[in-house]
Every structure is written in structure tokens, then in C-alpha cells.
């Protein structure tokens, strides 16, 4: 006896959000960029932190980064004399909406009754810190030289290997590499798919270090120790000296780097004696100046080097030693790639637009390889970097 009753198949489809998979590491990508971003903005700030420039170099330096809110509805009483979601008409695009018309929490005088905004406090080392900051950053006017001796190390992917750290995993090639184990095992006409992946399929990235040799460079860091540095100039000369030595380490594997500290009289001294020189003495920069130019003579002649003289001065100079201070500047352009001076001056007598006797010598030379800059302020010095090191011309106009 036929049935013929009708065949009933039932057929199951489902469907994966793989947006789900994919949310918690584009989650933690998004909060890495907004500490990134909080960051950047507060680095004149951070940099300057003393904690830090006192430091060993482990600090690890903590950033404040607003956290964000999950929207919700909040009720709450409507203003006197008004409706809710009414407002009296003078309101413009832009304009920040208050609760009740009521200041918003931190804000107006007074102690204040209202919950504050919720920051928490993202950690991070002194180099992390450093590669945001020296990101864009470089040693300006570097020339080709005779007998190029300064390493600068590039890293360089080169070849693929079935064994290796998870972290450089080649997905495409493990992919690949996947679909031609199925496709050999299923035979000819097999439907090509993806899945099981095993040890065998695996494929790593391997890279090598590339050093590349680049134009030799000699940096004279230049110091007032006088009497007349207190301790606001020398610990503006400090953190500007600090950053610029870690730079210069990070960046470039053997730069050379020459510490000169002066009063009236100028003396080549340690890396360690350089940061913790007290002060003594009056002032004649022409010491400093001329003791970097013998140094220069005697060991890094111009046709092998690229020479950065930097000097960093409250500009109180004994009035006579300026024109003398002129000349060896001038002899000191003839050699340099480009001679860069700080000038500090505290508070209000900074901001009165007072321009130092040693400060106008340099002025009037008008040389397109002398840089000065006047740092009034802590948070000056990050910009007083990036005037020294901007990586190109129209970099260090914009940071003048």
C-alpha cells in the first residue's frame, strides 16, 4: 500500500554574530587609544613631573583618564517657573546643557554639593611614555659624513617558520596553509573548507634585526651652574637635558653626547655629575662655548660629524662676555648642523617680554642654524623638544 503522504524535512539554519567575537578586542583597542589620546594631550604636563626627571628611569608614571558613562535616564524635579524640556530661547549650538540649570559638578564657587566626574588612573613605564613622546622626533639638518658610524636599528620581517611565538602568528598563511592539508585529504573534486586547525598547519612571522648605518652625530649639552640658576632654571635644565639624552639613546644606538657644565670657568663632567652639579659662582657663557669648540676641533672634526650644540642659560651674563659669546657662536654655526639655546625665565619677569643682553646677541645674528627658544614655565619644555628635534623645517616654525 503506497503512502502518499507528504515527506516532512525540517531543516535548521542559525546564524553566528561574529561581531560579538570581535567585540572585546576592539574594546580594549578603543580604551588603548583613548589612554593613547589623554596621553598626548597632557604631555607638557607629564614630562615635567619632577618625580619622574628624579628617577631612575623605572618610574612608573600614572595618567588620569575620564571614564566613560553608560547612558541611562536620570529623573529628577523640574527648574521653578518652567517645564521640563523648555528653556528661555537664548540657547546656541554648542551649548553645554546643565541639570535644572544648576552649575555642573566641580564648577562655580564654593565647596559644592554635587558628585564629582569618575577618572581613573592608567599606569604606564618611562619608556612607554618616551615612545609617544619621541614618536615624531629627530635630529634635525642629519647630514651624510665621510665614515658613517651611527647604528639605528630597524626591525625586518624575513621568513616564515612552522615554530614561533603565538604573538606573530601569519594568520593568512596558517589559513592557507589549512585548506591545502583539507583539499590533499579529501582528493580531487573535495569541497574546499576551514577547520581543525593543527600544529602542522601553523605558520609564524620571523624577523631580523636590519642596523643601518647613518651619519655620525656628537651632542654638547651645555650647562649654567652659576650662582644666578636657582632652582626653578636648574630644574627646567634638567628635565629639558633628561628627555633630550633618553631621546637620543632611544632613537639612536651610539650618538655621541659631550656634558659641559660652566660658570666662569667651563669643565667637560660626567653624565652623573652633569644632573646633580650644584651651583656657584658668576657667569661667563664664553667658557662653555669656547671649551665646546675646542672639544669639537680636537675630536669630532665637522667633515665626519653632525654636531649639535644645545645651551641652557637664565641669559644673566657678565656684560662684557657677550660679544665675545658672539664670536664663538659664530665659529660655532661654521661647524654645527644647528646650535640650539634656552633661555629660562621665571614667573612674571618671563612673561614681561624682558629680553636678556645674551638673548639679543643671538637674536641679531639672525643665523637659519641658531634655534633659540625662552621657557617661562614646566610645561614649556615639551615644546622646547619638539622645537630642537621637530622632524622637518615647517615642524620647527610651528613649535617657535
Known amino acids: 500500500m503506497n503512502d502518499h503522504r507528504p515527506l516532512h524535512r525540517t531543516v535548521s539554519l542559525s546564524q553566528q554574530d561574529w561581531s560579538l567575537h570581535r567585540k572585546g578586542p576592539a574594546d580594549q583597542a578603543r580604551h588603548n587609544e583613548k589612554v593613547k589620546e589623554a596621553i598626548r594631550e597632557n604631555l607638557a604636563d607629564i614630562i615635567s613631573e619632577q618625580s619622574i626627571i628624579t628617577s631612575d628611569g623605572q618610574k612608573i608614571v600614572k595618567v588620569p583618564i575620564r571614564s566613560l558613562e553608560e547612558y541611562k535616564f536620570r529623573f529628577g524635579e523640574p527648574p521653578e517657573g518652567g517645564q521640563v524640556g523648555q528653556g528661555d530661547g537664548k540657547s546656541q549650538v554648542g551649548d553645554v546643557i546643565e541639570r535644572g540649570g544648576r552649575p555642573g559638578p566641580g564648577r562655580g564657587p564654593g565647596a559644592g554639593d554635587q558628585p564629582g566626574i569618575d577618572y581613573y588612573e592608567a599606569e604606564l613605564t618611562v619608556d612607554e611614555l618616551a615612545a609617544l613622546l619621541f614618536e615624531d622626533l629627530s635630529l634635525p639638518r642629519l647630514e651624510p659624513k665621510r665614515t658613517p658610524q651611527l647604528e639605528s636599528e630597524t626591525i625586518r620581517f624575513t621568513d616564515v617558520r612552522k615554530r614561533g611565538a603565538i604573538s606573530n602568528l601569519d594568520k593568512r598563511r596558517t589559513i592557507r596553509e589549512n585548506l591545502k592539508r583539507q583539499a590533499l585529504q579529501g582528493g580531487p573534486g573535495a569541497p574546499l573548507h576551514f577547520g581543525g586547525i593543527t600544529a602542522d598547519d601553523l605558520r609564524f612571522k620571523t624577523w631580523e634585526t636590519e642596523v643601518r648605518y647613518e651619519s655620525n652625530a656628537v651632542v654638547l649639552a651645555l650647562m649654567d651652574v652659576s650662582g644666578s640658576m636657582g632652582p626653578f632654571e636648574k630644574y627646567i635644565s634638567r628635565a629639558f637635558y633628561f628627555w633630550m639624552v633618553k631621546f637620543l639613546r632611544t632613537r639612536y644606538a651610539h650618538v655621541e653626547i659631550v656634558f659641559i ?94 629680553s636678556s643682553t645674551l638673548m639679543s646677541v643671538f637674536e641679531r645674528l639672525d643665523h637659519p642654524r641658531l634655534q633659540p627658544v625662552v621657557i617661562t614655565d614646566k610645561a614649556e619644555v615639551y615644546p622646547a623638544l619638539r622645537t630642537f628635534f621637530a622632524s622637518d623645517e615647517e615642524g620647527r616654525r610651528s613649535n617657535v
Open 261 to 354: 657644565a660652566h660658570h666662569t670657568e667651563a669643565k667637560e663632567v660626567s653624565e652623573e655629575e652633569f644632573f646633580s652639579r650644584g651651583e656657584s659662582g658668576g657667569t661667563k657663557a664664553s667658557s662653555g662655548y669656547q671649551l665646546a669648540l675646542d672639544i669639537v676641533d680636537a675630536r669630532y672634526p665637522a667633515a665626519d660629524w653632525n654636531i649639535y650644540p644645545f645651551h641652557f642659560s637664565d641669559g644673566d651674563n657678565w656684560p662684557s662676555d657677550n660679544e665675545r659669546c658672539r664670536e664663538l657662536v659664530v665659529q660655532l654655526l661654521e661647524r654645527a648642523n644647528q646650535l640650539g639655546y634656552g633661555e629660562i625665565r621665571q614667573g612674571a619677569y618671563g612673561r614681561s617680554g624682558y
